[in-house]
């Protein structure tokens, strides 16, 4: 019917074999799955990620504008994700009085 | 045809995709038969006729067995937690997309790890195709939690099950990077900063057609272009596929033996840097084929094998079905298959038909070639055509003839500037305008075949 090989049967056989194989494994792991573990995803008023946050999320802290958020996203871009949260200071327009005010409020974890 | 293995095992694997997606029976069930038959070929093997019956019976079944056990099954995993539509989810997925922009949404496909119903977390599988409002910020690898409804598409989408709408008002949360494949992930930064380099040193028009052409990002393209594409019937050279793959295949080698590298070594090299391509033109299904027949053709090149097209193509599609078992109900998947197919199958007996009696002088013969080529690929995919996209263009015939050969023209550009952006911006202002004028004259050959009479027709 169909001309093949020697070579050519025993490849069709070994990828037969291979699809099979993994194709079972598949189905036991459908019918028997692992337990998955579900990390727990801090809600909304926790600290915000400094190095992680979208501009939204950085309105969300008290103390932060568009022009501020702009400018720490901007930050990030050219220098990279801060390292310690007192490099905060080194963003156009915190202060360290506005530092102080906006410290409690954010993380780097 | 006897001679071709890889044609039947394929077609036998399609034929049972077809039955699993209609099939009444489980997977289990279909997997016992498919090792009842893979016993069969092993203690059949030396009696030919009744091994490959066998053999074609298995790949039916593996077929229908993988396909049920994909994604496009009915029991999706998502479906289990898919109740109320009105109701607001909370979902936490990696993004597994590129994300693109389409007018004031950003779309991308995301690889669902949780989902909060009744307040709580519970784990979830499957992916959804996200679209929210626009977010620049937002990136392959990165793990979000995003608030929307989940629907069902309207059209089918075999990367993506289910749609989740994010409202402007809509949660959206990053709380993880580079979760991702390392090397998609390095791919997709060269992909962005190819297309930045693309938007600040061309016109808007020229960088939306070149960031198509070239990177396969379509977001850009004005609609007024894109449906004359669609028209004339050259929309295929917006899609990255074996025509894009095939010119920088030719483009590499070339280099490579400028440079005296060995046979062996420039098919390595060449490989290596089709597969970077790919993944950053997007690794679309087109793209995905015309890489591993890529692969194929260059694995024969290099111990100097020849290699049968037609079996290569039907591997392609072997292998790439083996994968994702839906993408043969795909349009993508059967366009681009089918104009391989055709242009492979019927060219010839297309120049035989036609020309036969004709004596065409040396200089008409690429003319001729190129004309059976353009038809061959018109009529195998004239029923494809008609059936999505409610449409009949003559003119494509023509058009393809001139647009296809200047498709490598405009490409060797396209790469040319881009190696000049990376070395000078100088270089890069001074290649420019050459750039803009290749891009121009594509639009004109398009705008002109547009509006010729009787181009195209719209089928009721």
């Known amino acids: 019917m169909i001309e093949m090989t020697g070579q050519e049967r025993r490849a069709a056989l070994f990828l037969s074999l291979m699809v099979i194989a993994a194709a079972g494994l598949n189905l036991y792991f459908k019918a028997f799955p692992r337990q998955k573990e579900v990390f727990q995803i801090e809600e909304l008023n926790a600290k915000v990620n400094l190095n992680l946050a979208l501009e939204k999320e950085l309105l969300s802290v008290k103390g932060i504008g568009p022009v501020t958020a702009a400018n720490i996203i901007a930050y990030r871009d050219n220098y990279g994700p801060f390292r310690h949260l007192e490099e905060l200071k080194q963003v156009k327009g915190i202060s360290e009085y506005r530092y102080n005010l906006l410290k409690d409020h954010l993380c780097l974890e | ?460």
């Not at chain 2, 997997?31 to 009744?50: P, Q, T």
């Not at chain 2, 692969?295 to 591997?315: C, D, H, K, M, R």
């Not at chain 2, 492979?344 to 002088?361: C, E, Y």
Request: hydrophobic content about 55%; charged content about 15%.
């Open chain 2, 1 to 460: 045809m006897k001679k071709f293995p890889a044609v039947f095992i394929t077609i036998a694997f399609c034929a049972g995709i077809i039955w699993g997606r209609q099939s009444p029976y489980c997977a289990g069930f279909i997997f016992y038969l498919a090792v009842i038959f893979l016993i069969f070929c092993l203690a059949l093997a030396e009696y030919r006729n009744v091994f490959s019956l066998a053999l074609m019976l298995l790949w039916f079944f593996l077929g229908a067995l993988l396909f049920l056990l994909s994604p496009d099954a009915a029991g999706s995993w998502l479906n289990y937690h898919y109740a109320d539509p009105s109701q607001r989810v909370e979902v936490c997925g990696l993004v597994k997309s590129y994300p693109q922009t389409r007018g004031v949404r950003t779309i991308f496909i995301l690889q669902t790890q949780q989902l909060k119903t009744a307040n709580h977390w519970q784990p979830a599988a499957g992916d959804l195709s996200a679209q929210m409002p626009l977010n620049n910020d937002l990136f392959y690898g990165d793990r979000v939690v995003l608030c929307g409804r989940l629907s069902q598409p309207r059209y089918r989408n075999s990367r993506a099950q289910f749609l989740l709408r994010v409202a402007k008002d809509g949660q959206i949360r990053k709380i993880g990077a580079k979760a991702g494949n390392p090397l998609i992930l390095f791919c997709f930064k060269i992909r962005r900063r190819l297309q930045r380099m693309f938007n600040s040193s061309l016109s808007v028009q020229s960088s939306a057609v070149l960031n198509a052409l070239v990177l396969g990002i379509r977001q850009d393209l004005p609609i007024s272009l894109k449906q004359a594409f669609i028209r004339t019937g050259t929309a295929h050279i917006i899609a990255i596929s074996g025509l894009h793959i095939g010119v920088t295949a030719f483009i590499i080698l070339l280099l490579l033996k400028l440079l005296r590298i060995p046979r062996a070594c420039r098919c390595v090299a060449a490989l290596s840097i089709l597969i970077f391509y790919a993944i950053i033109a997007g690794f679309s299904i087109p793209v995905m084929r015309a890489t591993i027949m890529a692969g194929v053709v260059l694995t024969g090149y290099a111990f100097s094998q020849q290699t049968e097209l037609i079996n290569s193509l039907f591997l392609c599609g072997l292998v790439l079905l083996l994968l994702r078992p839906g993408e043969l109900f795909e349009a993508g998947f059967q366009l681009s298959f089918a104009s391989v197919l055709s242009l492979v199958l019927l060219t010839p007996q297309l120049s035989r038909l036609l020309f036969s009696r004709i004596k065409t002088s040396r200089l008409l013969k690429p003319v001729r070639e190129l004309f059976c080529a353009s038809l061959s690929v018109w009529l195998g995919l004239l029923p494809l055509t008609a059936y999505y996209f409610r449409i009949i263009s003559p003119v494509a015939i023509l058009a393809n003839m001139l647009v296809v050969p200047y498709m490598g023209i405009l490409i060797t550009c396209a790469f040319v500037f881009l190696a000049m952006c990376l070395l000078s911006p100088c270089l890069a202002g001074i290649f420019a305008p050459v750039v803009e004028a290749a891009v121009f004259l594509l639009l004109k050959l398009v705008y002109f075949a547009e509006k010729a009479p009787f181009a195209y027709f719209r089928l009721p």
